[in-house]
C-alpha cells in the first residue's frame, strides 16, 4: 500500500505563486508514475502534471508554462511549482501514483489541498 499527503494549498491572488508538496510512504519501490490532478466546484477532475520515474514529464495544456512537476524519490516528496496562477486554477488538488507509466488511472490518491486564486 501507498500512502499521498498533500500540503502547500492556500489562497493567493492571480499572478502569484504556491508550491504544493506530496509526501509519499508506504511499497513505493514498485511506483512509476507520479501526477497531480484537480478538481473545481462543478466540474470533473481533470490531469494536471505527471512525470514517470525516467523524468518524462506531461502537462495539460493550460497550466504548460506556468507549473513545473518534479519528484525527489531521496526524499519521496513529489512537487508542483505554480506560477502566474488564474482564478481558473482554483480548485482541491490531488497527489496520485501509479505502478504504470502516464498516470492514466492512478491507483493510489492522498487527501487533496485547497488551491484558491482571487
Known amino acids: 500500500h501507498v500512502q499521498l499527503v498533500e500540503s502547500g494549498g492556500g489562497s493567493v491572488q492571480a499572478g502569484g505563486s504556491l508550491k504544493l508538496s506530496c509526501t509519499y510512504s508506504g511499497y513505493t519501490s514498485f511506483i512509476d508514475c507520479m501526477g497531480w490532478f484537480r478538481q473545481a466546484p462543478g466540474k470533473g477532475p481533470e490531469g494536471v502534471a505527471a512525470?514517470?520515474?525516467?523524468?518524462?514529464?506531461i502537462y495539460l495544456d493550460s497550466v504548460l508554462g506556468r507549473f513545473t512537476i518534479s519528484r525527489d524519490n531521496a526524499k519521496n516528496t513529489l512537487y508542483l511549482q505554480m506560477n502566474n496562477l488564474k482564478p481558473e486554477d482554483t480548485a482541491m488538488y490531488y497527489c496520485a501514483a501509479d505502478p504504470n507509466s502516464g498516470c492514466r488511472q492512478p491507483r493510489y490518491w492522498g487527501q487533496g489541498t485547497q488551491v484558491t486564486v482571487s
Open positions: 512525470i514517470d520515474s525516467d523524468g518524462a514529464s
